[in-house]
């Protein structure tokens, strides 16, 4: 079902010339010419047509691709940038006032995606500027790689490769090569790129509705920059496979879109369609470039990830490959003072990976042996596995409902987060020292230090560490259960401490605190230890459910209104108590099964 659109905007008419004012207050190096709405010409401030003595470069097409084609204007690229309305190509009278407003007797090239209007208006300017006396050159850029040749008079579309296209045309120009010069070398980098994009979503345009032609689960393949329905649609995929699939598409010997075999040296460009997230897009890079050079043999001379010709707000990403050499470097690696050009590695790297440090050489426990797993469990290190097992699986059973809770109350990830912790103690457990029982805490630690994130991660490895101090203190083979109570009362004030929380803070302290003075009143009235451990898991649940009526005052949850809040117990109190009463039942199954 199709819905109204969300936009940040004022009149949809007004979206391309206003989108024009923000950029040239942005970026006080360009201008606009005065002839809105129907001349949109973003050009460079520092050149004049009276004045310039290097070939100009001039790009355009239709809006909504932002940053290009206008962000790409500065000097070392592009000259001036004609902008059409949305998904429009621009008029032959606003081409041909960005030709005359830039072009001084070196000529200008004129850099042309291949899309009909945009042939057509563009190659109309260009007579008419010739007639006029201005030297102009032209170059159409078709890199799309999603359809199948011939496509008849229309050929192949024009795409994200187009920008890699303006910066060597624009390095050219800057090192004062003449026009025909700057357009050969601007042909054979056209000639030399493949494209192809995949996405998730379509793109909604200003003051329209938004399509439902893709549904859910669903991913287009092959889809052009204007929304138009691509060469396919598949089920959704993980990105390694859609990776392959459009590195093969591109790279086909079968239908030889690039010039690009085996032992070849290439430029990779990951390009964000508008709603993709940098980590996405980094996250293709990554799986791109081992493919690249495993799968295919080529050498990757330079990366570029980012969002470079965008389609609106579509989800998904393009990837253009184009086949290098030294002068294509050379006009990549160049400066230039355009906005949206990323700054780009020479390629000469480090590894992408070095060894993570280690840790100096491991300690003894107190009867002198390595850490380590014991080859036989005495009576409390076969308690504390039984409690350790139990607490973690009770964790990762309560991921889903965690990660439920947290998408009302934070930001969803408290199951995820808890769950990672817990299933690397279980993996961890069998060589934790585990009748030394504060260097087991210790290690717990280490464990939930290394993989759990966020504010849970530091909180619980604060929490083991100041265990661990309190624990170290007693003999190897006598933690007392007054011991355990005061290393929980230390690891509580610790969390405090560092924290910033306390009692009615709607945290995991409204679990623990209860717990702890719980297990403290029971110790110290004579009660049967594990008696007092059950009760005291009693107070840390009863606490956690409790918190459905605090307001939140630490963590996400402090910026989210209190009716919401109301629905649901704190995420994090529900994890502890989980795993605390889980801890306490096992301890007294395992003391009644020996008993």
Known sequence: MAFQGKKLINNPDNV?????EGLVETYPGLQYLDGFPKVKVVLRADVSSATYDKVAIISGGGSGHEPAHAGFVGEGMLTAAICGDVFASPPVDSILAGIRAVTG??????????YTGDRLNFGLA??????EGYKVETVIVGDDCALPPPRGITGRRGLAGTILVHKVAGAAAAAGLSLLDVATEAKHAAEMIGTMGVALSVCTLPGQVTSDRLGPGKMELGLGIHGEPGAAVADLQPVDVIVSHVLKQILSPETNYVPITRGNRVVLMVNGLGATPVMELMIASGKAVPKLQLEHGLAVDRVYSGSFMTSLDMAGFSITIMKSDQTVLQRLDAATKAPSWPIGADGC???SKIPVPLPPPALATKNGETLGGPVQLNQQGIILEAAIEAAAKAVINLKDTLNEWDSKVGDGDCGSTMFRGATTIIEDLKCYPLNDAAETVNEIGSSIRRVMGGTSGIIYTIFCKAAYTT??????????PQKWAEALEASIAAISKYGGATAGYRTLLDALIPASEVLRKKLDTGENPITAFIHSSEAALAGAEATKNMQAQAGRSSYVFGEILAAVPDPGAMAAAAWYRAAAVAVMERCQAAS
């Open 16 to 20: 391309v010339t206003e989108f024009i």
């Open 105 to 114: 007797p070196m000529g200008c090239l004129l850099i042309v995606k291949n």
């Open 126 to 131: 260009a007579e008419q500027a010739k007639s």
């Open 349 to 351: 790297h480090l590894p």
């Open 471 to 480: 624990l170290k203190s007693s003999n190897l083979d006598n933690i007392t």
